[in-house]
């Protein structure tokens, strides 16, 4: 497979990039965008995919540009993660350049003429209309099962069967007309612009977790777990964030976290460096416990996609001991999750990407009708099933507010 990767001068919106029937991942403004299929694999197939791609006039793109695929890692992980090589990627770095590439199956495919309808047709100047429409929100998994799944989960808990076990719920939006998803993601970016929001087959949403970023020997991630509301009074905010960090069942469920994901990454690290003390992460409609987590990665280095698999789900989303929290999912969770609670990134052709973790997300029908929406909790021995469903509903807000314009 070659590509040819041109810079570009012009100011650039990755969202507009994407529009409604692209691919983006982007955070801050920085990522990618997509357009159009080159090619489409499954996790086996993906490093001779990279392997195989090639700059057609020999010119090498500066490091983070260049053909980057668009994966969606499923919560199991017995299931296999899906790769989209767009025909056509927009990338944007932290110092505000951007390039464009575009790739084809041979020379022929990426003539100066091709290559310049493809850059015109991602570029092409698209606003969503304002328009309105009608919505029914209801939920998929009945609230009554639900609540006896998390207290299924503290019991096991206070028996030491786990140490932490993840429930979540699902919910549905059925709309009159089709839903405009580049409105949607425009509302995420002026809502949550600093977590990362991405659209890849159908699958749209704002995460404020990093499950893990590798750019050359530099490897980082951010859990999250432990979360309180967000009203939008400073006073009552910074109340909640106190009592936030100051409770023993929220910082049980994050020690568990950063254990994890700090025991799976030394491994592989000639140093690890951590937050000694969780902060505060805030974004629109919640606030969570945070650790920063950075290294330098060992040689020979590992890709990427490795650290995913090694990480994902992390007791965020799943549970501790991971094999028994997943089981227990398994077989009480009163839902199939899919792509809720794996892992949703980009990755280029060197190994490097960024995944974060598939969450305050929805995934929308074809017909863009209907998209269904998912939180969780983590479920530690002092948990509350009416407090679990609290912050249940706390977390729908992030998507909902972004759908839903009657």
């Given at each position: 497979?070659?590509?040819?990767?041109?810079?570009?001068?012009?100011?650039?919106?990755?969202?507009?990039?994407?529009?409604?029937?692209?691919?983006?991942?982007?955070?801050?403004?920085?990522?990618?965008?997509?357009?159009?299929?080159?090619?489409?694999?499954?996790?086996?197939?993906?490093?001779?995919?990279?392997?195989?791609?090639?700059?057609?006039?020999?010119?090498?793109?500066?490091?983070?540009?260049?053909?980057?695929?668009?994966?969606?890692?499923?919560?199991?992980?017995?299931?296999?993660?899906?790769?989209?090589?767009?025909?056509?990627?927009?990338?944007?770095?932290?110092?505000?350049?951007?390039?464009v590439?575009?790739?084809?199956?041979?020379?022929?495919?990426?003539?100066d003429?091709?290559?310049?309808?493809?850059?015109?047709?991602?570029l092409?100047?698209?606003?969503?209309?304002?328009?309105?429409?009608?919505?029914?929100?209801?939920?998929?998994?009945?609230?009554?099962?639900?609540?006896a799944?998390?207290?299924?989960?503290?019991?096991?808990?206070?028996?030491?069967?786990?140490?932490?076990?993840?429930i979540?719920?699902?919910?549905?939006?059925?709309?009159?007309?089709?839903?405009?998803?580049?409105?949607?993601?425009?509302?995420?970016?002026?809502?949550?612009?600093?977590?990362?929001?991405?659209?890849?087959?159908?699958?749209?949403?704002?995460?404020p977790?990093?499950?893990?970023?590798?750019?050359?020997?530099?490897?980082?991630?951010?859990?999250?777990?432990?979360?309180?509301?967000r009203?939008g009074?400073?006073?009552?905010?910074?109340?909640?964030?106190?009592?936030?960090?100051?409770?023993?069942?929220?910082?049980?469920?994050?020690?568990?976290?950063?254990?994890?994901?700090?025991?799976?990454?030394?491994?592989?690290?000639?140093?690890?460096?951590?937050?000694?003390?969780?902060?505060?992460?805030?974004?629109?409609?919640?606030?969570?416990?945070?650790?920063?987590?950075?290294?330098?990665?060992?040689?020979?280095?590992?890709?990427?996609?490795?650290?995913?698999?090694?990480?994902?789900?992390?007791?965020?989303?799943?549970?501790?001991?991971?094999?028994?929290?997943?089981?227990?999912?398994?077989?009480?969770?009163?839902?199939?999750?899919?792509?809720?609670?794996?892992?949703?990134?980009?990755?280029?052709?060197?190994?490097?990407?960024?995944?974060?973790?598939?969450?305050?997300?929805?995934?929308?029908?074809?017909d863009?009708?209907?998209?269904?929406?998912?939180?969780?909790?983590?479920?530690?021995?002092?948990?509350?099933?009416?407090?679990?469903?609290?912050?249940?509903?706390?977390?729908?807000?992030?998507?909902?507010?972004?759908?839903?314009?009657?």
């Amino acid at each position: 497979m070659l590509f040819r990767t041109r810079p570009l001068d012009v100011h650039v919106d990755l969202n507009d990039v994407c529009r409604g029937d692209g691919m983006l991942f982007v955070r801050d403004g920085v990522g990618a965008a997509g357009r159009g299929s080159a090619a489409v694999v499954m996790e086996e197939d993906l490093d001779a995919l990279l392997d195989s791609l090639q700059p057609v006039d020999g010119e090498v793109p500066p490091r983070g540009h260049g053909p980057h695929l668009f994966g969606v890692v499923p919560f199991l992980p017995r299931q296999p993660a899906r790769f989209v090589l767009p025909r056509t990627v927009v990338t944007k770095d932290l110092d505000g350049r951007c390039c464009v590439t575009v790739v084809g199956p041979d020379p022929s495919s990426l003539t100066d003429s091709a290559v310049d309808e493809a850059v015109a047709e991602a570029l092409r100047a698209a606003s969503p209309a304002v328009s309105a429409n009608s919505y029914e929100v209801s939920p998929v998994t009945p609230v009554e099962e639900y609540l006896a799944a998390v207290g299924a989960a503290r019991d096991a808990v206070r028996a030491g069967q786990l140490l932490k076990a993840v429930i979540a719920r699902d919910v549905s939006v059925t709309a009159r007309e089709p839903i405009d998803v580049h409105a949607v993601l425009l509302r995420l970016r002026a809502s949550f612009g600093s977590s990362y929001r991405f659209c890849v087959d159908g699958l749209i949403g704002a995460s404020p977790e990093l499950l893990v970023q590798v750019q050359g020997r530099t490897v980082r991630s951010h859990p999250l777990a432990g979360t309180a509301p967000r009203t939008g009074d400073p006073a009552t905010d910074a109340r909640l964030a106190a009592e936030l960090v100051a409770s023993t069942k929220n910082q049980v469920e994050h020690r568990v976290v950063i254990d994890m994901v700090h025991d799976t990454l030394l491994p592989w690290c000639s140093y690890l460096d951590w937050e000694p003390e969780p902060s505060i992460v805030t974004v629109a409609n919640v606030q969570h416990l945070g650790t920063a987590i950075e290294g330098a990665l060992s040689e020979p280095r590992p890709a990427v996609m490795t650290l995913v698999r090694a990480l994902c789900p992390t007791p965020a989303l799943g549970g501790s001991p991971s094999a028994g929290a997943i089981e227990f999912i398994e077989t009480h969770e009163p839902m199939e999750r899919g792509n809720y609670g794996g892992a949703v990134g980009i990755v280029d052709r060197h190994g490097d990407g960024t995944f974060a973790v598939t969450i305050r997300c929805a995934e929308f029908s074809p017909d863009r009708r209907t998209a269904r929406l998912f939180a969780g909790g983590g479920i530690v021995a002092e948990s509350d099933p009416p407090a679990e469903l609290a912050e249940t509903q706390a977390k729908f807000q992030a998507m909902l507010s972004a759908i839903v314009r009657p």
